[in-house]
């Protein structure tokens, strides 16, 4: 019978955390909660609070700490007592005192990826712009070149993925997240994985959570 893990996966821009957060949901029996996830749908919708959401985003501002709690609060509580996975949450050290306030958080899955190596492999990075699901050519590319996937709609690349802009997105993404780490190291769950290739860091992933929970289906 699976134990109970909830946790919080982290990475910067570029660091695949994306295509690790994938993997774990694959062998494991979690409900990943993404906060991007949930803010697009939220923007499609015609409702008060994502009126507020679309707002905030389209002006280039972050969306306020408690609409992010509030938000991230009721997709928990639809998961009830099961395991839990989040992505992009908390995003400030506030974000996370409510979370681990409220919540019995396990561990964090920080990836630890050079910048230097993320910086090369924006290069090779495609989004399919509706949903947000993101390719690249060197590890994680669709099954079509240029195609998405799941829809088969065309892929962009991003003008933001420009080095300048990356290594700029980097360094805000080092400052916001570093008091949150620094609170979670001292909650004692804090669990870093570092390397350059995905591949690398995902059988050290995979180590710590089977000693966290038991797979759902065959490793």
């Known amino acids: 019978m699976s134990r109970i893990f909830r946790g919080i ?24 909660v993404s906060s991007g996830d949930l803010l697009r749908a939220y923007m499609q919708e015609a409702s008060n609070w994502g009126t507020k959401a ?8 972050l969306v306020p700490d408690d609409m992010m709690v509030e938000m991230m609060e009721k ?35 920080n990836l630890v990826v050079p910048y230097e190596v993320i910086l090369d492999r924006v290069k090779g990075r495609w989004i399919h712009e509706p949903s947000g699901r993101v390719y690249n050519m060197d590890f994680n590319a669709p099954k079509v070149p240029g195609l998405d996937d799941v829809t088969g709609e065309a892929l962009v690349q991003r003008v933001d993925d420009r080095p300048e802009t990356v290594r ?16 979670c190291d001292q909650a004692g769950i804090l669990n ?3 390397g ?23 490793l």
């Open 75 to 109: 997709a928990l509580l639809s998961v009830g007592h099961g395991s839990w996975l989040l992505d992009g949450f908390p995003r400030t050290r506030w974000q996370a005192e409510v979370l681990l306030s409220k919540h019995n958080v396990n561990g964090v899955i």
């Open 168 to 183: 700029r997105r980097l360094e805000i993404y080092s400052s916001m997240t570093k008091p949150i780490l620094e609170l």
């Open 54 to 61: 679309r707002a905030y985003v389209e002006s280039g501002q």
């Open 196 to 218: 350059s290739k995905t591949d690398g860091i995902w059988p050290n992933v995979l180590n710590y959570l089977k000693e966290q929970m038991v797979p759902s289906v065959e």
């Open 9 to 32: 996966i982290m990475g910067a821009p570029g660091s695949g955390k994306g295509t690790i957060a994938a993997r774990i949901i694959k062998h494991f029996n979690v409900k990943h």
């Open 192 to 194: 870093n994985f570092y």
